[in-house]
T-cell receptor, first 113, second 112 residues
Framework: EAQVTQNPRYLITVTGKKLTVTCSQN?????MSWYRQDPGLGLRQIYY???????DKGDVPEGYKVSRKEKRNFPLILESPSPNQTSLYFC????????????FGPGTRLTVT | SQQGEEDPQALSIQEGENATMNCSYK?????LQWYRQNSGRGLVHLIL?????REKHSGRLRVTLDTSKKSSSLLITASRAADTASYFC????????????FGKGTKLSVKP
């Protein structure tokens, strides 16, 4: 089944404790991206990747890191999480880049206390 | 910065009625897309309309695009309770940047 998976789905952590949210897709898509969704602010893009080893900042990259060492994986790293990073996070992938249909993962709800 | 803005923010209708949601954007685009999100879940792609298209249909969905007014509308005909969800439009910057910009969404509630 074609899908985008994220792990974990729920995470409660404390300020400053490094964490990684994994994202994997099995559709051989070149383009992958991360979004955060907050009430009243909609979806905002954090980082995106056009292909392996090619990443770039979205609208809200501060406090986040990403890497794209393999085509299928695009982990999101929070080196020192803070409470303002409490949010619902989505990974997405696409065959045709950012202008094409995006396939979204199920989301990761992160709470930083 | 928000490229797309949906209107209204919330819409409540009865089953069987039509629902219309609008999206306005600021710069030229290649494509405009509509997505659906059930509460707290991942977004699902509904339809993509290219900048040289004016109207597109998919089942009970009809999307229009007016590039002169920089606006799009999503019409859901004969709505069902299962259509209850949030609907988002997403636009690019005409390809000048590598990211897709989502609006804040319209929350649709369809009452049985």
């Amino acid at each position: 089944e074609a899908q985008v998976t994220q792990n974990p789905r729920y995470l409660i952590t404390v300020t400053g404790k490094k964490l990684t949210v994994t994202c994997s897709q099995n559709m051989n898509h070149e383009y992958m991206s991360w979004y955060r969704q907050d009430p009243g602010l909609g979806l905002r893009q954090i980082y995106y990747s056009m292909n392996v080893e090619v990443t770039d900042k979205g609208d809200v990259p501060e406090g986040y890191k990403v890497s794209r060492k393999e085509k299928r994986n695009f982990p999101l790293i929070l080196e020192s999480p803070s409470p303002n990073q409490t949010s619902l996070y989505f990974c997405a992938s696409s065959r045709g880049g950012f202008t094409a249909e995006q396939y979204f993962g199920p989301g990761t709800r992160l709470t930083v206390t | 910065s928000q490229q797309g803005e949906e209107d209204p923010q919330a819409l409540s209708i009865q089953e069987g009625e039509n629902a219309t949601m609008n999206c306005s954007y600021k710069t030229s685009i290649n494509n405009l897309q509509w997505y659906r999100q059930n509460s707290g879940r991942g977004l699902v792609h509904l339809i993509l309309i290219r900048s040289n298209e004016r109207e597109k249909h998919s089942g009970r969905l009809r999307v229009t695009l007016d590039t002169s007014k920089k606006s799009s509308s999503l019409l859901i005909t004969a709505s069902r309770a299962a259509d209850t969800a949030s609907y988002f439009c997403a636009t690019d910057y005409g390809g000048s940047q590598g990211n897709l910009i989502f609006g804040k969404g319209t929350k649709l509630s369809v009452k049985p």
